[in-house]
């Protein structure tokens, strides 16, 4: 399995803007398609954005289309989510995930990270 580790969360204002990353370590993440959920306090899990390996493809959740980009780069084994013009409804943990499909469902027997917290307020 891959060791996926995410950062780049923290505290902004709405309409601020963060950038996540996801990284790996001792194995390679070019060969997976790669994405994000996120899951809210009391919430259910949400699938937020997808890659494919190449980073040809892209597909989001409508809830953050527009808003939300996802890069990768696989000389740097690493997948990124540019969030701009954040609400205060994108408030939660964002784990970053493999493998994942362009109907934005992520596999129960995939790999996940340990989440980093994204909290949106004034």
């Known amino acids: 399995q891959l060791q996926l580790v995410e950062s780049g969360g923290g505290l902004v204002q709405p309409g601020g803007s963060l950038r996540l990353s996801c990284a790996t370590s001792?194995?390679?993440?070019?060969?997976?398609?790669t994405g994000w959920f996120r899951q809210a306090p009391g919430k259910e899990r949400e699938a937020v954005a997808c890659?494919?390996?190449?980073?040809?493809?892209?597909n989001y959740a409508d809830s953050v289309k527009g808003r939300f980009t996802i890069s990768r780069d696989n000389a740097k084994n690493t997948v990124y989510l540019q969030m701009n013009s954040l609400k205060p409804e994108d408030t939660a943990v964002y784990y970053c995930a493999s493998p994942c499909t362009s109907w934005l469902t992520f596999s129960d027997f995939g790999s996940w990270g340990q989440g980093t917290q994204v909290t949106v307020s004034s």
């Open positions: 890659i494919s390996s190449s980073g040809r493809s892209t």
């Open positions: 001792g194995s390679t993440l070019e060969d997976y398609a």
